[in-house]
C-alpha cells in the first residue's frame, strides 16, 4: 500500500529545495515536535500539517478561499476521477479541502467517505427547514477533507429549489466556510441545482476526452453558463480546459488536442492527464493515484492539476 503523505523528493519540488535541505527542515521539525506528522523509515513520509507549515515558511500559500468544479454536460468524461483525486492531494499538501457532492449517483461520497453512517443528510436537505450546511459536513476517511454526501435522492432536488434564485441556492449555504478549497461534484446536467453549482464557482474546469462528442461539450457547456451567468447578472466565469484519457499514441487525442489549443488557447491547461489502466483501477479500487502502485508521470500530472486548481500562491 502507497502511502498518500508527501516524500521528500515531492516536497524538494514543492518547496524548491535540494533535498538534502529539506531532510534538514523536517529533522528540525522532528526535533521540535517529537509527535508531528513525519514519518522515518526507509522511506521519510511528511503529513500535512507539516507541509502547510514548510510552504508557508517559504511564503507558498493557499488563498483563503477557492470555489472550483469540473463540469461536462456530457457524462463519462472523468470529472468524478479527477474531482476525488485533486481532493486528496489537495489535502496531503496541508490545504482544508470540503467536496459538495451534488450527483445522485453519489461516487464520490461513497469512495471518500468510508464510514458515512445509514441516512446522512444531503445537500437538498439543508433547504427543507433552512439548516446550516456545517449540519451535513462529515469528515473522509482523509485527514483536512471533509465531504457533503450525496444520496440518489438528490434526484429530487428540482423539486426542493424549484423557484429559487440560483444565484443564491449553493452561494449562501459556503459563506463563511473556513476551507481553502471547495469542489463541488455535479452530474452532468444542467438544472436549477447545478447551474447554482457554476454560478457559486470561482473556477469552472471543463475536462475533454479525445472524442469529437467531448469537444463539443464543451464549447456547449460554457455556452450555456456563460448565458446563464449574463442571466443572473454574475461576473463571466474563469474556465479552464483539461484534457484527460489522452494517449500520445492515437491521432484522436493529437486532433482533439490540437482543436482545444486552436479554440481555447490560453484557456488550457498546459499539461493533460493521460489514459492509463492505473487510474481506472484506483477508481475500481475506491481509491486515489496516490493509494495505489501508479505511475511517477500520472501523479505529477494530478500533482500539478491540485496546485493549479487551488490557486497555490507565493506572496512577499
Ligand atoms: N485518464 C483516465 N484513464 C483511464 N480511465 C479513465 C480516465 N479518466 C476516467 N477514466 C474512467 O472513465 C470512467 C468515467 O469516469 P468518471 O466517472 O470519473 O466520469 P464522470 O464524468 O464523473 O462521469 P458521470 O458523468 O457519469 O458522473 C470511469 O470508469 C473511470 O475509471
Ligand atoms: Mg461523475
Known sequence: VENIMLSIVELAALL???????????NDELALNPGV??????????????????????NIRFPARKVATFASFKGGIGKTTISTNVAVRAASLGAKVLL?????????????????????IIFVDLFRENLDIRKAILPSSYRGLDVVPSALRNHSSEKIVAGMNPKRIVKDKLEGLDYNLILLELPPSFTTLTGSAYLAADLIVLPCIPSVYSLESVALTIEAIDSLAKEFEVPKKEFKVLMNEYNSARVASQQITKELLDTYKS?????????STDISNANNAGKSVFEIKCSKAIREDFHE???????????Q
Not at 450527483?103 to 446522512?120: F, I, M, R, Y
Not at 492539476?305 to 506572496?315: K, N, P, W
Open 37 to 58: 506528522d513525519i514519518q522515518t523509515g526507509t522511506v521519510w513520509r511528511i503529513g500535512p500539517q507539516t507541509v502547510r507549515k514548510l510552504m508557508a515558511a517559504r
Open 100 to 120: 459538495i457532492d451534488l450527483d445522485p449517483e453519489a461516487c464520490s461520497t461513497n469512495q471518500l467517505v468510508k464510514s458515512g453512517g445509514k441516512d446522512p
Open 305 to 315: 492539476l491540485t496546485m493549479q486548481v487551488c490557486g497555490v500562491e507565493v506572496t
Open 267 to 275: 484557456m488550457v491547461f498546459p499539461f493533460y492527464i493521460k489514459e
Open 16 to 26: 524548491s529545495l535540494s533535498k538534502e535541505r529539506v531532510k534538514q527542515l523536517v
